[in-house]
């Protein structure tokens, strides 16, 4: 069975960086794409990112150019790099296998000075 476990979160000041990290555990986890989403409160869930298992990348409209996805899949583990992080883009951070109802437990991303 797969498994999403997401880490890295946490206090950021405005034009700070982090990076998450979405390890997968499970058969074939190099295989498969995974998604990073986010939801702020009081707000829908929204797609961030996504990287497939060829390592094809995709940005969406909140990664405004300030985010990139990555995999190791030595590590099993997908990275989000945030950079430029802004008040806004505070907001629990989940990865999700693609295509599936697979997902973390969600990491807190608080920007705030």
């Known amino acids: 069975q797969v498994q999403l476990v997401e880490s890295g979160g946490g206090l950021v000041q405005p034009g700070g960086s982090l990076r998450l990290s979405c390890t997968v555990s499970?058969?074939?986890?190099?295989?498969?794409?995974v998604a990073w989403y986010r939801q702020a409160p009081g707000k829908q869930r929204e797609l961030v990112a996504a990287?497939?298992?060829?390592?094809?990348?995709n940005y969406y409209e909140s990664a405004e150019g300030r985010f990139a996805i990555s995999r190791d899949n030595a590590k099993s583990t997908v990275y989000l790099q945030m950079n430029g992080l802004k008040p806004e883009d505070t907001a629990v951070y989940s990865c999700?296998?693609?295509?599936?109802?697979?997902w973390g437990q969600g990491t807190q991303v608080t920007v705030s000075s």
């Open positions: 999700n296998k693609l295509g599936t109802s697979v």
């Open positions: 990287i497939t298992g060829s390592g094809y990348t």
């Open positions: 499970g058969s074939g986890t190099s295989r498969f794409g």
